[in-house]
């Protein structure tokens, strides 16, 4: 019997942009928290740049979950308790259903992770190291509120690196099934042996979604730009 395949676009070149992007940005940001002056003379303004630059990629990702293509949006991925525990039980049994977007699971954790680092990225903004560096809006409310921050800010960043161990623990899992995920958000498409459970077929005309996607880039570049040169 021959065997039917189903290809779909998933993951628009404006959400691959911006995950590869995010990926540059941490990685930055976690670097310039340990390095001492390699090969950046002054590593705390690197590290607040870059989180200005992550500050800017996720107001992109926010307003894209909500106007951006259809996989792109967070009601397409962000499913009610009672299916991702159902989702969850078929997982252990080794029989979850097939998902274009994230599963179940997969869009929970994705917006967790969004919020610890938009937590990151603006509790940063109120933050100084008491030498050289003081962030943007640091001082605006006092320095109770922004050693508050500092403190949450330090355990924040403990947390992001658990949610993105995960995430690679889930990146593994997901190819041992046979779903590179890897691949997919690098051309965009996923490839099925079957229609999967959140198959969509909602097309936004291409010169709407373009508008849409400019009007979020400026901004998301507003944002970053505004910071960088404050």
Same mark, same amino acid.
């Given at each position: 019997?021959?065997?039917?395949?189903?290809?779909?676009?998933?993951?628009?070149?404006?959400?691959?942009?911006?995950?590869?992007?995010?990926?540059?940005?941490?990685?930055?940001?976690?670097?310039?928290?340990?390095?001492?002056?390699?090969? &950046? /003379?002054?590593?705390?303004?690197?590290?607040?740049?870059?989180? #200005?630059? +992550?500050? =800017?990629?996720? *107001?992109?990702?926010? @307003?894209?979950?909500?106007?951006?293509?259809?996989?792109?949006?967070?009601?397409?991925?962000?499913?009610?308790?009672?299916?991702?525990?159902?989702?969850?039980?078929?997982?252990?049994?080794?029989?979850?259903?097939?998902?274009?977007?994230?599963?179940?699971?997969?869009?929970?954790?994705?917006?967790?992770?969004?919020?610890?680092?938009?937590?990151?990225?603006?509790?940063?903004? &109120? /933050?100084?190291?008491?030498?050289?560096?003081?962030?943007?809006? #640091?001082? +605006?409310? =006092?320095?109770? *509120?922004?050693?508050? @921050?500092?403190?949450?800010?330090?355990?924040?960043?403990?947390?992001?690196?658990?949610?993105?161990?995960?995430?690679?623990?889930?990146?593994?899992?997901?190819?041992?099934?046979?779903?590179?995920?890897?691949?997919?958000?690098?051309?965009?498409?996923?490839?099925?042996?079957?229609?999967?459970?959140?198959?969509?077929?909602?097309?936004?005309?291409?010169?709407?979604?373009?508008?849409?996607?400019?009007?979020?880039?400026?901004?998301?570049?507003?944002?970053?730009?505004?910071?960088?040169?404050?």
């Amino acid at each position: 019997m021959r065997k039917t395949s189903v290809t779909i676009d998933v993951w628009d070149k404006w959400i691959r942009v911006f995950h590869w992007g995010l990926v540059a940005a941490i990685l930055l940001s976690f670097y310039t928290t340990k390095t001492r002056g390699v090969p &950046f /003379l002054f590593p705390i303004e690197v590290h607040a740049q870059a989180g #200005y630059l +992550l500050l =800017g990629l996720l *107001v992109f990702r926010w @307003l894209w979950g909500v106007m951006g293509s259809v996989y792109a949006r967070f009601k397409t991925f962000l499913y009610p308790p009672g299916e991702t525990i159902a989702y969850s039980k078929a997982l252990l049994k080794r029989q979850p259903g097939t998902y274009a977007s994230h599963n179940p699971l997969g869009g929970w954790m994705t917006l967790v992770m969004l919020l610890s680092l938009s937590f990151q990225a603006v509790s940063g903004l &109120f /933050l100084s190291d008491d030498i050289f560096f003081q962030a943007p809006l #640091y001082g +605006l409310f =006092g320095d109770g *509120v922004s050693s508050q @921050l500092r403190s949450m800010h330090q355990l924040n960043s403990d947390l992001l690196i658990i949610l993105i161990g995960l995430h690679l623990v889930g990146l593994v899992v997901h190819r041992l099934m046979g779903e590179p995920l890897v691949a997919a958000m690098l051309a965009g498409t996923k490839h099925f042996r079957q229609l999967p459970v959140d198959a969509r077929n909602e097309p936004l005309n291409a010169a709407t979604l373009r508008l849409r996607a400019l009007g979020a880039l400026l901004i998301a570049a507003g944002v970053a730009l505004w910071l960088w040169f404050y």
